[in-house]
């Protein structure tokens, strides 16, 4: 699936406003693949509202979002090694309304959860307003809404 800047936020929205929770999201792909726009997407949909700013340095993030629900954003891509994984709670994330986020998740190695879906984005050619998504589940993670994609435009 080939999707716009514009279908990938109108999708990620969509399952940021319906999906069940708790839920574990890897976000793949090289750096500039998207995986931020796509987390602030969801974000939104899932009622955090303000700026959403880069979780390079701190590592996590975490927003309030509609009800109970609240928004993690993680980009491990500064992480050192997969035991620093300890000092962010990591053990405890994925419970009660967490709607969990993670770019670069395969550096976390073997402590990613066993119930989650990896979206990874690409993008076909250098330069291109296009990324191919694809959507892997693991294990027995809630449904995820919207996919495959329906495209609505106007
Ligand atoms: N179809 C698309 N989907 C997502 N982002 C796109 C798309 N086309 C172009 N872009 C641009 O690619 C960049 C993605 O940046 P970002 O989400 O920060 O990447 P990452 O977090 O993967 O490093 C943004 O500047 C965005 O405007
Ligand atoms: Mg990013």
Request: hydrophobic share 40%; proline share 8%; no cysteine.
């Amino acid at each position: 699936m080939m999707l716009s800047e514009r279908d990938l936020i109108h999708w990620g929205e969509q399952v940021g406003a319906a999906v069940e929770l708790p839920i574990f999201l890897g976000l793949r792909g090289q750096l500039g693949a998207g995986k931020s726009v796509l987390a602030r997407a969801i974000a939104r949909g899932a009622g955090v509202e303000g700026a959403m700013p880069s979780p390079t340095f701190n590592l996590l993030f975490r927003y309030p979002a509609r009800g109970e629900a609240e928004v993690v954003h993680l980009d491990l891509y500064r992480l050192r090694e997969p035991d620093e994984l300890w000092e962010l709670g990591w053990e405890e994330l994925g419970q009660d309304a967490e709607l969990v986020m993670v770019e670069w998740p395969e550096r976390a190695g073997e402590h990613l959860p066993g119930d989650r879906w990896d979206i990874h984005l690409t993008a076909p050619e250098p330069g291109s307003s296009l990324r191919m998504v694809q959507v892997h589940r693991v294990g027995a993670p809630p449904h995820l809404p919207g996919f495959p994609v329906t495209l609505e435009r106007g």
